[in-house]
């Protein structure tokens, strides 16, 4: 499975963006799609995801805030993400599971900041 994301930029604080992921290759089976970030010295985290029925899951610091949704279809995912703030500041990946393998886009910017 390859992962092509898009979307990040540089965004004032209050700011919205809009990142995509497209999925292309071994695309069958996959079970969840999602979005996870790394800021400067942080663990990697989870920040949504959406399984394959359409159930999501936030991290409880960007609820309310981002909406992540899942074009079957199309094979992409995105994450509309609104109220932006400057910890979310981070590199964000896509990431597809399927029951026995993870896998991961090549990551995108997102510098909020005034």
């Known amino acids: 499975v390859q992962l092509q994301a898009s979307g990040g930029g540089l965004v004032q604080p209050g700011g919205s963006l809009r990142l995509s992921c497209a999925a292309s290759?071994?695309?069958?089976?996959?079970?969840?799609l999602g979005w996870y970030r790394q800021a400067p010295g942080k663990q990697r985290e989870l920040v949504a995801l959406i399984t394959s029925g359409g159930s999501t899951n936030y991290a409880d610091s960007v609820k309310g805030r981002f909406t992540i949704s899942r074009d079957n279809a199309k094979n992409t995912v995105s994450l509309q993400m609104n109220s932006l703030r400057p910890e979310d500041t981070a590199v964000y990946y896509c990431?597809?599971?399927?029951?026995?393998?993870?896998?991961w886009g090549q990551g995108t910017q997102v510098t909020v900041s005034s």
């Open positions: 990431n597809a599971k399927k029951p026995d393998q993870n896998y």
């Open positions: 290759g071994s695309i069958f089976n996959i079970n969840t």
